[in-house]
């Protein structure tokens, strides 16, 4: 019987597969455990350069968060232990702050991406969509809000007001839409999406490993913190390399 998530490896590339498409790909419990084994596993095998993430089927990549598992679940514990759950661990399906992959990660978006879909997306380093992906924040709808990242991610990547405008409406917006804010690189024809995912990760593996690891490090590290700050991590970063077996 498959898992809930697919996972291969191809040479220097890791093929990720939310496998769920008869609930678009909703993250339940058991997914999350799978999906967070397959991200410590791409964290510790070297051989792997890049990693693609993409959901089963034609109509979802992710429609979010099984909520009648995942409210109880919040419910039932502590403001420390989720709080906890945010800062120190993996959190659902390994996307909180605390849980970090060096390792570039693309994300091929073959239909809804949804809520914590969307949260999954942001937490992929380069997106690449189908034509028919269709995008939204619906969290606010529901009474809620994104709670693993939406908030924090989406505002770093499209910009402020355009981040308020998709997590206040919960609106659902088309591809050619998260083109044109930058939330996504690239809008292709479904039929080539995992082809063309696969070029540019295969581009990105193509460098040298240690490069792109210390490269994606100091992008996000800069994100938030003083020019200064960025500026010394990166300086240290470059000296690393200089003397590594990559150069």
Request: aromatic share 8%.
């Amino acid at each position: 019987m498959a898992g809930k998530v697919l996972y291969e490896k191809r040479g220097a590339l890791a093929y990720v597969t939310l496998n769920r498409p008869e609930v678009h790909n909703c993250i339940d419990t058991e997914m999350s455990a799978e999906l967070i084994g397959v991200w410590d596993e791409v964290k510790r095998d070297r051989e792997i350069r890049c990693a693609i993430l993409t959901g089963a089927g034609a109509r979802a990549f992710c429609s979010g968060a099984d909520l009648t598992q995942l409210i109880p679940a919040i419910r039932e514990a502590s403001e420390e232990d989720n709080r906890r759950r945010a800062f120190e661990g993996p959190g659902w399906g390994g996307i909180s702050g605390g849980y970090k992959i060096h390792t570039p990660i693309v994300a091929a978006i073959n239909g809804y991406c949804i809520a914590g879909g969307h949260e999954l997306a942001e937490f992929c380093d380069i997106r690449i969509a189908a034509a028919h992906a269709t995008f939204g924040h619906q969290e606010i709808r529901w009474g809620l809000m994104p709670g693993d990242g939406g908030c924090s991610r989406l505002a770093r990547i499209v910009g402020l007001g355009r981040a308020m405008e998709i997590i206040l409406t919960g609106k659902i917006y088309d591809a050619q839409e998260a083109y044109r804010i930058g939330f996504v690189n690239h809008v292709v024809p479904a039929k080539d999406l995992l082809t063309t995912a696969t070029q540019l990760a295969g581009t990105i593996a193509g460098n040298g490993p240690l490069a792109t690891r210390a490269a994606k490090q100091a992008v996000l590290h800069a994100i938030g913190r003083p020019l200064d700050e960025g500026i010394a991590f990166e300086t240290d970063a470059f000296s690393y390399l200089c003397r590594s077996e990559d150069w």
